[in-house]
């Protein structure tokens, strides 16, 4: 494991497996401190030993928790600078601090689900969609149609001929209508026919079949507006 060195107002962040150095003989003479962390050893002179080991104490940092080993640079007054060894734990601790209290981790904050509930809580159901009512045999006004009126005409599917939304989905396809359609034109076609024949019969050519084609495009109009009655 490689020996851990340190550069001047540099932090270097490690575990101590020990909070206790070790007294080593130095190969310069004398003695030294050994500290063993998980990222490897790192030695220190006496002096410099002794007072990590007092920082370690007072500020309760326990051995595999984080801390930050720096080398600072101080002014030391007069324009002369000094060095000076810290040790710090790194982020929050839980357990006794340096002031005296006492810190415990906080409880997690409940995750909200989708449906805004804290916890597990199920999601809330789903309202039950409501039943449409039938188009069939509906004339738009809640009455059934069964007979044939005079420029409104109803097809036995129940159709209106207003073109409301509930309409596209009763018609089906464009071939449904065919149906329809060639009744209803017929009828009116009837209708005239027999008009013009009465009137040719009634007025002697009096009243042309112009005339007749107004006068029954007014009572078709008039028909639709009146709701066919």
């Given at each position: 494991?490689?020996?851990?060195?340190?550069?001047?107002?540099?932090?270097?962040?490690?575990?101590?497996?020990?909070?206790?150095?070790?007294?080593?003989?130095?190969?310069?003479?004398?003695?030294?401190?050994?500290?063993?962390?998980?990222?490897?050893?790192?030695?220190?002179?006496?002096?410099?030993?002794?007072?990590?080991?007092?920082?370690?104490?007072?500020?309760?940092?326990?051995?595999?928790?984080?801390?930050?080993?720096?080398?600072?640079?101080?002014?030391?007054?007069?324009?002369?600078?000094?060095?000076?060894?810290?040790?710090?734990?790194?982020?929050?601790?839980?357990?006794?601090?340096?002031?005296?209290?006492f810190?415990?981790?906080?409880?997690?904050?409940?995750?909200?689900?989708?449906?805004?509930?804290?916890?597990?809580?199920p999601?809330?159901?789903?309202?039950?969609?409501?039943?449409?009512?039938?188009?069939a045999?509906?004339n738009g006004?809640?009455?059934?149609n069964?007979?044939?009126?005079?420029?409104?005409?109803?097809?036995?599917?129940?159709?209106?001929?207003?073109?409301?939304?509930?309409?596209?989905?009763?018609?089906?396809?464009?071939?449904?209508?065919?149906?329809?359609?060639?009744?209803?034109?017929?009828?009116?076609?009837?209708?005239y026919?027999?008009?013009?024949?009465?009137?040719?019969?009634?007025?002697?050519?009096?009243?042309?079949?112009?005339?007749?084609?107004?006068?029954?495009?007014?009572?078709?109009?008039?028909?639709?507006?009146?709701?066919?009655?």
């Open positions: 494991m490689p020996k851990i060195q340190f550069t001047t107002n540099i932090p270097v962040e490690l575990r101590l497996q020990s909070i206790e150095g070790e007294l080593t003989p130095s190969q310069f003479g004398g003695n030294q401190i050994k500290f063993s962390a998980h990222e490897g050893p790192f030695w220190v002179s006496e002096a410099v030993g002794s007072i990590l080991i007092d920082q370690i104490r007072k500020k309760h940092i326990q051995p595999h928790v984080p801390v930050e080993v720096a080398r600072r640079e101080i002014a030391q007054g007069n324009g002369r600078k000094g060095i000076q060894w810290t040790i710090d734990p790194v982020g929050f601790v839980p357990g006794e601090q340096p002031d005296g209290t810190a415990v981790p906080t409880s997690p904050a409940p995750v909200c689900n989708k449906n805004g509930a804290n916890g597990s809580h999601s809330a159901p789903q309202a039950a969609p409501k039943a449409q009512p039938s188009c045999d509906n006004n809640g009455s059934a069964s007979a044939l009126v005079v420029g409104r005409e109803v097809p036995a599917n129940g159709i209106n001929g207003n073109g409301n939304g509930n309409s596209h989905a009763a018609m089906g396809d464009a071939d449904s209508w065919a149906p329809y359609i060639r009744q209803l034109t017929q009828a009116r076609i009837e209708i026919v027999d008009l013009c024949k009465w009137a040719a019969d009634r007025y002697a050519g009096a009243v042309s079949k112009q005339e007749v084609q107004a006068f029954l495009m007014n009572v078709l109009i008039s028909g639709d507006k009146g709701g066919g009655r």
